[in-house]
């Protein structure tokens, strides 16, 4: 098996091809700051008692931003029993309005959030080699915490 030119990134180990595991812009794309671990090489052991618990917490944050509840600025009527103390959360450059709304959910999540208030969504073409060819998405929102029970009773006909 082929030896790769790298060592493990934390015991400095020599590393078969095939048992590196990579962490790399992608792993823990959508924490605010730096991520918990540097992107490098690393060894299975390395791997499992170093990078998975922080890959399980960054999973589960993800888990809970896909249920956080979003309401639009248009809804700020509904929503403005909810007290916004937090600043607000922006995102920008996403590829999709999916991925804006994720990522300002999962900024909602790291402050501890379940909610964003006055969501505002926008797109903007770009150019590229000189054509109008695709579209960047971004975003804004405050995160809140609304009680379940809350959410039942006021926003039950209207979802999201
Ligand atoms: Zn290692």
Same mark, same amino acid.
């Given at each position: 098996?082929?030896?790769?030119?790298?060592?493990?990134?934390?015991?400095?180990?020599?590393?078969?091809?095939?048992?590196?595991?990579?962490?790399?812009?992608?792993?823990?794309?959508?924490?605010?700051?730096?991520?918990?671990?540097?992107?490098?090489?690393?060894?299975?052991?390395?791997?499992?008692?170093?990078?998975?618990?922080?890959?399980?917490?960054?999973?589960?944050?993800?888990?809970?931003?896909?249920?956080?509840?979003?309401?639009?600025?248009?809804?700020?009527?509904? +929503?403005?029993?909810?007290? *916004?103390?937090?600043?607000?959360?922006?995102? /920008?450059?996403?590829?999709? @309005?999916?991925? =804006?709304?994720?990522?300002?959910?999962?900024?909602?999540?790291?402050?501890?959030?379940?909610?964003?208030?006055?969501?505002?969504?926008?797109?903007?073409?770009?150019?590229?080699?000189?054509?109008?060819?695709? +579209?960047?998405?971004?975003? *804004?929102?405050?995160?809140?915490?609304?009680? /379940?029970?809350?959410?039942? @009773?006021?926003? =039950?006909?209207?979802?999201?």
């Amino acid at each position: 098996m082929a030896k790769t030119k790298l060592p493990c990134a934390i015991c400095h180990g020599e590393l078969l091809k095939d048992e590196a595991q990579f962490v790399d812009e992608t792993t823990f794309a959508f924490y605010q700051k730096a991520p918990p671990i540097e992107h490098g090489i690393y060894c299975p052991t390395c791997f499992d008692s170093l990078v998975r618990p922080e890959l399980d917490v960054y999973n589960a944050k993800m888990e809970r931003a896909k249920n956080v509840n979003i309401f639009s600025l248009a809804q700020s009527k509904e +929503s403005q029993f909810v007290r *916004r103390i937090e600043r607000p959360v922006t995102v /920008e450059g996403c590829p999709d @309005r999916q991925e =804006a709304e994720l990522r300002l959910a999962f900024h909602a999540v790291e402050v501890d959030k379940n909610s964003l208030v006055d969501v505002e969504l926008s797109s903007e073409k770009i150019k590229i080699g000189g054509r109008w060819q695709s +579209s960047v998405w971004s975003g *804004r929102g405050i995160p809140v915490n609304i009680d /379940e029970e809350i959410l039942k @009773r006021r926003f =039950a006909n209207n979802p999201n």
